[in-house]
């Protein structure tokens, strides 16, 4: 039978057995090396803490470390205090944690009962019916962590099963006097209403309440306003579809309003209608049916996008958006040749080896503009890139933030194009200006593991390289490089020692490694602090130990 995890268990607590086990079996423990055995018969001969981890999780019946680890974090929810649980819960409507809040409410249900704001959470309609009962004030009194009122908490709570009573819950609260036109601004003066919370979608693609139609029409019946500019924002960004320009449209006709999405000023760089704003999005992210809807409903097919200021049928052709740049001539859009930079970009995007090569001879500033080979690269278009160097363009050509080519394809994940960068010269290394980091940062922070493998071999990026446990290279460039064990970052000022790998055996891994090549545990931080306090603080126990002893 598994070992049952005791309510008290800690990740800290599991980890120093783990650390106990290793050194019994370093000693030539008889009996440790039987237990290993027996929780993994395929341990190697020489274990290192990640195979004593994974039999430890192993013998609590988990498939992994991590596994085990997640069911710790499940007792850990579990013995926070009620006002911590009750935060978390509430916290996952506007980018709390959310994989969190779901656990909490899956252990305990009780929670809905805490106050207003988790009753309509949880969708539990007899809690609502009795607080309202027993104080009609709460109905629109803001509160709980994000300070929210309940219709709020309603359309935004996306736990599961509190769909099942929302509508029911949200009748109760209108008919008891909850504003319909509730929001809260996301602190960049942006109105977030109840409206928008049901529809979801926009920046991080959130989801759509389970029954955000029936709910919408509850709303706009109580006098929900259905010229919503943040969810018309958010429908614009994500999928080609037009069900809830449909809706929101459909019902300020009904209202007679509809001269809004004319009329209102929207916008970017340049201000304008909102039906000029949307066709501007659908045809950057090429959305060919939202922009015939937005064209049908009087868009200007002549206009000019909100954020670059070129004209639309420019934007889509420079972004190789051809059917785009058909439909908007089919509605108007002038057919102006194009000329110059515009004219270079969109024959790349369109293979014409020819033109562009032509383009690029009469204007020889062409290939000193970054925006051709950035673009093609957030959007792995390895064709356009290998053309743009095949005409002469830089494979370092830069924007005004020092972007280039090799960042913007680790942004949009393109493997491909990294790989053509990094063989036709692409300095690995050099930062942006804004946000620093060179290409192996990129691939850290973006989580692009295969890219930094592509990269590794190309790198003098020390910090990075330790921190994802490159280590092949690593060692090979401090063999040949000592001093970078302890150069400190141009811009951060943060060392190798000071970015370890979050696994615990690959910081202990990379630490050794380090000291080895004369890293020196001694430096601090710019806030005082040492390699081991940084790594002790990240539960990096192992590693911590091998930083104080040298």
Known sequence: MPKRLSPNASLDKLRNTAKRWLKALRAGDATARARLLAAYPKAPAEPVLRDVQHALAREYGAADWSALKAAVADLALGRLGRAE???????????????????????????????????????????????????????????????????????????????????????????????????????????????????????GDKATHPRAREFAALLFARGADPYDTQALYNTSITRDETGWNELLWSECERQGVTQKWRDQPYGGRFMMSMLDYLLGNAVAYNHLKRAEW???????????????????????????????????????????????????EAACMLLDRDTAAALARAHSECLGNAAPMIAAARKNRADVVALLLDLGMSPDVMDADELRGIQAAIQGNAPTV??????????????????????????????????????????????HLAYLALADRLRELLAAEPKLANAPDPRYGIRPLFCLPDDEAQAADMAALLLAHGADPRLTSKEGETAEQVARKRGLDEAAELLRRT
């Open 85 to 203: 649980q009750v935060e978390i819960v509430l916290r996952h409507c506007w980018q709390g944690d959310r994989t969190a809040a779901l656990r909490l409410a899956a252990r305990n249900p009780g929670l809905a009962r805490e106050n207003i704001y988790t009753a309509v959470a949880f969708g539990d309609l007899a809690e609502v019916d009795r607080l309202l009962r027993e104080d009609p004030a709460l109905v629109n009194t803001k509160g709980g962590p994000l300070g929210w009122e309940p219709l709020l908490y309603l359309a935004y709570a996306r736990l599961p099963g509190g769909d099942t009573h929302s509508l029911a819950i949200a009748e109760r609260l209108l008919d008891r006097g909850a504003d319909p036109k509730a929001w809260f601004d996301d602190g960049w003066k942006n109105p977030f209403t109840a409206l928008c919370g049901i529809i979801g979608l926009g920046e």
């Open 294 to 344: 937005l064209l049908q409903h009087g868009a200007n097919a002549a206009g000019i996008h909100s954020y670059s200021g070129r004209p639309l049928r420019e934007e889509a052709l420079v972004y190789g958006h051809g059917a785009m740049a058909a439909l908007l001539e089919r509605h108007g859009a002038p057919a102006v040749p194009l000329q110059g930079q515009a004219a270079f």
């Open 418 to 463: 990294v790989k053509l960068l990094a063989e036709r010269g692409a300095d690995i290394d050099r930062p942006t200006k804004g946000v620093g980091g060179g290409a192996l940062g990129f691939a850290a922070h973006f989580g692009h593991r295969d890219i930094a493998e592509i990269l590794a071999s190309r790198s003098r990026d020390a910090i």
